[in-house]
């Protein structure tokens, strides 16, 4: 297969930009000049027509396996009032028989008027007697009906679990809000659904990533029944797409520790090769961990969900095994807490596996230079900067916003940038990711931007999609830029990323998208001009023209 005609950047490390490149046995076997390559007599030749072309973009902290559930619950994330959400379930009961539970995702009061947490009261009149538990939008809240909290065995006596609370009214009754790992309490009693259902939902979240321009994604935290239905379509043939799993929970870390190495399932689809640990909460719910108090909840400097000694055994354990290792730390405390230990078990010498910090959300001064010295990888989704600048200078007050969302900084300071969105969080669109990266604006219209000497460039932006992502998981070698014997996972863009108005950034497409070489994902006007040989039998379509 030879493409050709285009704008594509390779990203290797000169920052090539060529015009040609030829794709055979799904790997990339020349980028260079047309002149240079001699197609073979029968080999199929597509025209860019000029487009822009990029190796797929890879989303390096992204849930899969909780977008895909997401799509099999109640989606709370337009909803603008506690009213709104209760209809919903209202709604939803009607359709259920009795004491049937309703799931939901995505709530989110920082967009609410008044933005109180909700309470189970409204749940219980909309829908009485049906357990309900609802995913707050960064997954570090749930908000319960009366009828969950009873079956959960939750009261006015019942006592936080370690690295959680249970938010009680002024008379310390529940007030159906449980915070971080008190949210366990619940939701392990949630029916999950059926392999057939979920397997479908995979298959269509895939499908939508794929029309955004991702041909893979880091999905820190994924658990056994998810890895089980992952495997099923890749033996299917019905995963084009490329997930690096970190584990998460005791049972699915027991299975692999006994395994005792990494696993990669179908022609690099699957690795399941990190850990995945929570070292804190969420901004938004105040449960990130602080070295001084919140300024809007001046008794509460957040969560410490698992003791750093525990942190750094299974560091040490799952490093000593080849994995490697992503800790989510959110609040200053938090990062400096994880840096701490990753300090200690780099000093242990021995295998030296890939560490990264998920979120480095809210730094320290004196922790900003400490990722490049210790060559840890801070993992960082430029979208959550710009949904969470609404509010988070009433968390955080002025002075610390200084070290927030601040990959400039990081930048500067010798170290490279995961790029990510955290989908379900935020949506699972690369481009709405690089263009905050590069504006730290919000999407809806022109912004001089917030913070805006945090900004990165559009180069840098795009390797942390791609070639910085795929150095973060140690694959280097194959994956992140188009340079011979690498894997053919590439985009072809409806507008060039690099000379679009900024505004534009986060309205680019793929119309093309390959994955291995095979189309993944096509536009209409490119779907029908491609040979009907490229197209694979799980490719989707979509119309961009508009
Ligand atoms: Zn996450």
Known sequence: MLLTNGRIHTLDAAGSVVDTLVVRDGRVAFAGRRADVNPAAREAVLDLAGRTVLPGLVDGHGHLMLLARARLELDLAAARSEDEIARAVGVAASRLRPGEWIAG????????????????????????????????????????????????????????????????????????????????????????????????????????????GLTGAHEPGLD??????????????????????????????????????????????????????WLDGALGSRGAALHAPYCDDPANTGLVLVPPEEVLRLTREAAALGFHVWVHAIGDRAN???????????????????????????????????????????????????????????????ERLAGAYAWRSVLDSGAYVAGGSDFPVEDANPFHGIHAAVTRAPREGPDPGWQPAQRMSREEAVRAFTIWNARSIGREAELGSLEPGKRADLIALSEDVFACAPERIARIAPVLTLVGGAVAHADQEVGASLPTSWRSSGMSTSDTSA
Request: net charge positive.
């Open 336 to 398: 400096t807490l994880v840096l701490d230990v990753f300090e200690r078990a780099l000093a242990d010498g021995g295998p030296r596996p890939r560490l990264r910090v998920e979120h480095a959300q809210i730094l320290a001064p004196a922790d900003i230079p400490r990722f490049a010295r210790l060559g840890v990888v801070p993992s960082m989704q430029p979208t959550h900067c710009t949904s969470d600048m609404r509010w988070a200078e009433e968390r955080l007050g002025p």
């Open 224 to 277: 056994l029944g998810a890895v089980a239905s992952y495997t099923r379509l890749i033996g299917r043939g019905r995963f084009p797409f490329r997930v690096f799993a970190a584990l998460s929970g005791k049972k699915a870390w027991r299975q692999y520790r006994e395994r005792g190495r990494p696993e990669s399932i179908g022609d690099g689809h699957l690795t399941v090769g990190a850990i995945k640990l």
């Open 105 to 212: 995702r995505g709530w989110d009061q920082t967009r609410w008027p008044g933005q109180g947490f909700p309470t189970r009261a409204s749940l219980d009149r909309a829908a009485p007697g049906h357990p309900v538990a609802l995913v707050r939008v960064d997954g570090h809240a749930t908000w319960a009906s009366g009828a969950a909290l009873e079956r959960a065995g939750i009261g006015r006596h019942s006592a936080d679990p370690a690295g959680g609370r249970i938010v009680k009214d002024e008379r310390g009754e529940p007030t159906g809000i449980l915070i971080d790992l008190a949210q366990d309490l619940i939701r392990a009693l949630v029916p999950p659904p059926s392999e057939e259902r979920f397997d479908a939902a995979v298959e269509a979240v895939i499908a939508e990533c794929l029309a955004k």
